[in-house]
Nanobody, 122 residues
């Protein structure tokens, strides 16, 4: 059974930074694409960023381009989301997920973490 565990969320002021981590269990982490999604209260889960298995290609939602960076360390079975210049509208629960192939669609991911809360105060 694959387990994904996010960490690094918290409360930060607008303009601040946070780095989220997602640790994955299992020996095959390096074979899969990974993604970050977020869900704010009353809204649908939305794509934030994704990275191919090799880390060579990354993809971002327009709302976070230039501010967020996704990366992975396959030796540590971990994917990261570095978030800078945070805005109040970035407030949400952030989830990491695993997919056979990189996609921006939530249904394309078959394993999800429990989420970590990010709150950005104005």
């Amino acid at each position: 059974q694959v387990q994904l565990v996010e960490s690094g969320g918290g409360l930060v002021q607008a303009g601040g930074s946070l780095r989220l981590s997602c640790a994955a269990s299992g020996r095959t982490f390096s074979r899969y694409a990974m993604g970050w999604f977020r869900q704010a209260p009353g809204k649908e889960r939305e794509f934030v960023a994704a990275i191919r298995w090799s880390g060579g290609n990354t993809y971002y939602a327009d709302s976070v381009k230039g501010r967020f960076t996704i990366s992975r360390d396959n030796a540590k079975n971990t994917v990261y989301l570095q978030m800078k210049s945070l805005k109040p509208e970035d407030t949400a629960v952030y989830y990491c997920a695993r997919s056979q192939a990189v996609t921006t669609i939530p249904t394309g991911y078959n394993y999800w973490g429990q989420g970590t809360q990010v709150t950005v105060s104005s």
